[in-house]
């Protein structure tokens, strides 16, 4: 709420749908502090994954009529005519992914998830003081870190849970079926495999063929899975830092930029050996897991979304400011009013 005790309004804008599970823990907290939100949700977002009682904006006009005192973007771009202070929330925490620290010219504010990203828009900032930058954890990682573990079997066997890429060229789900299938006939580990919803339908079809006792296909939100797991086995998902924050040991397949956090592997013959190395005592690598949680997510406390709000609030006191205004951006201006067919007033 702001100083007269009126609650503020709070637009999210959605472009892809990994992005309601990022959103929906800040959601919690707008509507904890008496605060309103609304959605406004562009394709190839699908708006069908909004819950009962959320409140979305289908036209523009719809969403500048509301008059939101912030904007929220888990995405690099946010349209300028939307009225409001921008704020980026980032869509992953794939530092080492082109793109991820980006710069565009459209935000007021970087609510970055930790050192990596912080220091680097710092270092920029320096260089053209147009946004503010704070450490406040990443907001999807509140429902992680809140996630009841999913019930596992009570046998003693070490619970792998299997996470694959969908991307054609980074996915080792065809490659590793027959070494994932072998595990679970050993009868030494019990094995969920997790998809992600664009997972090739024929892969899919493959693993649930597999199906046995020590080897089951499973479905739902992603957090209870990661909080019942022993160690993780992917490839290049983002799904790998989620699990290593929760310290974690994590196995990649032709990670596609390894680091010394978890253990990679170039062929399908190391798998067992590798998955078993990741659950032995290890004092060295779990250093340098810890290490690496410090740099990239050092919040364990499931209240980055709190931190966010808190920012935001200072700025629009006028406790946070901007230096300079944003840049006129004129073909990033142009090119979002084309392809959102808008071309009203700007709200910037």
């Excluded at 793109?99 to 970087?110: D, N, P």
């Excluded at 998809?195 to 209870?224: I, N």
Aim: hydrophobic residues 40%; proline residues 7%; positive net charge.
């Amino acid at each position: 709420m702001n100083s007269t005790g009126e609650s503020r309004r709070y637009l999210f804008f959605v472009t892809q749908n990994y992005s309601f599970e990022i959103l929906r823990p800040l959601e919690r907290e707008i509507l904890r502090r008496g605060d309103e939100v609304a959605w406004f949700i562009s394709p190839p977002a699908d708006p069908g994954l909004l819950n009962r009682g959320e409140r979305r904006f289908e036209r523009v006009a719809q969403a500048r009529g509301y008059q939101p005192e912030a904007v929220f973007a888990p995405g690099n771009v946010v349209p300028h005519f939307f009225p409001g202070i921008k704020v980026q929330v980032f869509h992953g925490l794939e530092w080492k992914k082109k793109g991820h620290l980006s710069v565009r010219g459209m935000f007021h504010l970087y609510c970055t998830h930790g050192p990596v990203a912080t220091d680097w828009f710092l270092a920029e900032a320096r260089r053209d003081p147009h946004f503010r930058v704070v450490e406040t954890g990443w907001t999807k990682m509140d429902a992680i870190v809140a996630a009841e573990a999913q019930p596992r079997p009570e046998n003693g066997r070490p619970l792998l849970l299997y996470a694959p890429t969908f991307s054609p060229s980074l996915t080792s789900a065809p490659t590793l079926l027959d070494s994932i299938r072998e595990l679970a006939r050993s009868g030494k580990w019990d094995i969920w495999v997790k998809f992600h919803p664009k997972m090739d339908r024929e892969t899919v079809a493959g693993y649930t063929a597999a199906q046995s006792r020590h080897l089951r296909v499973v479905d739902g939100p992603l957090g209870p899975f990661l909080q019942a797991a022993d160690l993780l086995l992917s490839d290049t998902s983002s799904v790998i830092y989620e699990f290593l924050l929760l310290d974690k040991p994590v196995v990649t397949y032709g990670n596609r930029v390894p680091d010394d956090a978890s253990v990679d592997i170039r062929d399908a013959s190391e798998l067992e050996s590798a998955l078993r190395g990741a659950v032995s005592a290890d004092p060295e690598r779990d250093a340098r897991r810890r290490a690496y949680i410090q740099k990239v997510h050092p919040f364990s406390d499931g209240r980055s979304s709190a931190r966010v709000m808190d920012a935001v609030e200072a700025m629009l006191r006028g406790d946070l400011r901007c230096q300079r205004p944003l840049p006129r951006n004129m073909f990033r201006k142009l090119r979002m009013r084309w392809e959102m067919k808008y071309f009203g007033p700007a709200g910037d």
